[in-house]
């Protein structure tokens, strides 16, 4: 996984728990379902990556 590729994944999750726990705050359920969902989202794309980076360092 590229650098690039890390950070902005983990801007994306920190960018959901914000907005998670802005909801939180405000007690909007909508944005809080919202942020869970970015968080989601990134850990999944991070997982892939990670995947993806054990198989190219198993091909050397």
Do not use: C
């Not at 907005?19 to 705050?25: H, N, T």
């Not at 809080?32 to 999944?44: F, L, P, R, V």
């Amino acid at each position: 996984m590229g650098l690039g590729d890390k950070i902005s994944n983990k801007a994306e999750e920190v960018g959901g728990k914000a907005k998670q726990g802005f909801g939180d705050a405000t007690d909007n359920e909508s944005l809080q379902a919202e942020g869970h969902g970015d968080q989601a989202k990134a850990e999944t794309k991070q997982a892939g990556e990670k995947v993806k980076d054990h198989f190219k360092d198993d091909n050397k």
